[in-house]
């Protein structure tokens, strides 16, 4: 894709978050950039895009350094992935949010890395929600998210300022009780919601999205 159909589809997604806010609430659209190349980035960049996600630990590093050597320091990395504990060390110096958190052993080591790099800055983190109790991906089952919610927020070094799901293909219906799910455990309009990929944003923005996280719409198919 060359330069001129990418900001394209960039603005195309603007345009659709412009319509279904236009009450004023406020979605952070985080550019998913797996696989996506440097120059890509760098000319949403140019466009004002600060928030980008990625999956794989050294893709974020590689392209963070990269970036930061032409002199782009200002991008607000979100890591979208499976976390693996022994490369936390290396993600924590380029990393702004974690959507994916995934068990309370990984909070841990998470939070103790944390407190070894930044002592005083708390990292945010959200809480990936298994809400079909599929095998095939990791979150928290509804069921336990009480007990373990409650161990990862003792933590000094985290903190928990959502949720995030990835539902099944046409669950829509996961976003409202994503939605619903947070008022057992976040003060009204208090937790951030991080649902909602290219196929699905405009129905998880209706249901009450605060970051979306957009990559084919944006970017086009991967290899």
Request: aromatic share 8%; net charge negative.
């Amino acid at each position: 894709m060359n330069k001129e159909q990418l900001l394209e589809k960039y603005y195309e997604v603007q345009t659709k978050i412009s319509s279904l806010t236009e009450d004023g609430n406020q979605v952070n659209l985080i550019a998913v950039s797996k696989l996506k190349s440097v120059e890509e980035i760098e000319a949403l960049y140019q466009e004002g895009q600060r928030d980008f996600g990625e999956n794989y630990t050294q893709d974020l590093i590689e392209k963070a350094k990269e970036l930061e050597a032409k002199g782009i320091k200002d991008i607000r990395w979100h890591f979208l992935g499976k976390l693996q504990t022994n490369k936390i060390k290396s993600l924590l110096s380029h990393v702004y949010q974690i959507h994916s958190l995934d068990s309370v052993r990984t909070a841990i080591i998470l939070s103790k890395k944390r407190h070894a790099q930044a002592p005083d800055e708390p990292l945010e983190v959200f809480l990936q929600i298994n809400l079909d109790d599929e095998a095939t991906k990791n979150g928290f089952s509804p069921e336990e998210l009480t007990t373990a919610i409650e161990e990862i927020r003792q933590l000094e070094n985290l903190f928990v300022i959502g949720f995030m799901c990835i539902p099944k293909v046409g669950n829509t219906a996961a976003f409202v009780a994503l939605k619903t799910l947070t008022e057992n455990y976040f003060e009204k309009d208090e937790a951030r919601l991080s649902m909602g990929m290219s196929a699905d944003y405009e129905d998880a923005i209706r249901a009450g999205a605060t970051d979306i996280r957009v990559g084919t719409a944006i970017f086009g198919e991967r290899n």
